[in-house]
């Protein structure tokens, strides 16, 4: 069974500063793996994928992650955080195959910027 | 483009109610998708569908949920006779065929049970 894990409920952060939002997943074979954002009363927005090809992915928003497959982490990741980046993240796995398949979600981490 | 639609966004019944949720896809996905987001819960799949039939169901929590999707688009969740642990936020998302799974999602119905 796929799944998981995002260790923090909360991650604070002072605006200009770097950020990281971590990100764990058990999965059998190649994992497909995710960022999506949610910001108050909308729906999840993607942020960016890991499929294949080279660990280090770039998303929207200044965001990236990298893929550490060794230790099964997905971390978001941006330089210089935003006031604006203030939401809250998922992260979430699925098995490659043949098409579309329904994702499986970390719990979410809320991220706060503070100025 | 026109994103993903969802009605209502807001809706509040009785307990032992019937509702229903509508998921309008962004034309020409073929993937639709119902999840479930409660406090504290993050987000628990439901149910999908390929085209109008549904291969995975596994997510419904009970015999009162179901849903249906018609003519490859439009797509109704049905909760019969509510309960107060229905209260969530239901959110509707929909993939293009070979989208290497990127799932675009609807602002979602919260569903309040008296």
């Known amino acids: 069974a796929q799944s998981v894990a995002q260790p923090e409920d909360q991650v604070n952060v002072a605006e200009g500063n770097p950020l990281t939002v971590k990100c764990t997943y058990s999965?059998?074979?190649?994992?497909?793996l995710f960022w999506y954002v949610q910001y108050p009363n909308r729906g999840l927005q993607f942020l960016l994928k890991?499929?294949?090809?080279?660990?280090l992915v770039k998303g929207s928003y200044g965001f990236e992650a990298e893929f550490n497959k060794s230790q099964t982490s997905f971390h978001l990741k941006k330089p210089s955080a935003l006031v604006s980046d203030s939401a809250l993240y998922f992260c979430?796995?699925?098995?490659?195959?043949?098409?579309?398949?329904?994702?499986?979600f970390g719990k979410g981490t809320r991220l706060s910027v503070i100025a | 483009g026109a994103g993903v639609s969802q009605s209502p966004s807001n809706k509040v019944t009785e307990k032992g109610k019937d509702v229903e949720l509508r998921c309008d896809p962004i034309s020409g996905h073929t993937a639709l998708y119902w999840y479930r987001q409660s406090l504290g819960q993050g987000l628990e799949f439901l149910i999908y569908f390929q085209g109008n039939s549904a291969p995975d169901k596994s997510g419904l929590p009970s015999d009162r949920f179901s849903a249906e999707r018609t003519g490859g688009s439009v797509s109704t969740l049905t909760i019969q006779r509510t309960q107060q642990e229905d209260s969530a936020v239901y959110l509707c998302?929909?993939?293009?065929?070979?989208?290497?799974?990127?799932?675009?999602f609807g602002a979602g119905t919260r569903l309040s049970v008296l």
């Open positions: 999965v059998s074979g190649n994992p497909y």
């Open positions: 979430a796995v699925s098995s490659p195959g043949t098409g579309n398949t329904p994702l499986v």
């Open positions: 890991y499929i294949t090809g080279d660990n």
């Open positions: 998302a929909s993939s293009p065929p070979a989208g290497k799974n990127i799932q675009y």
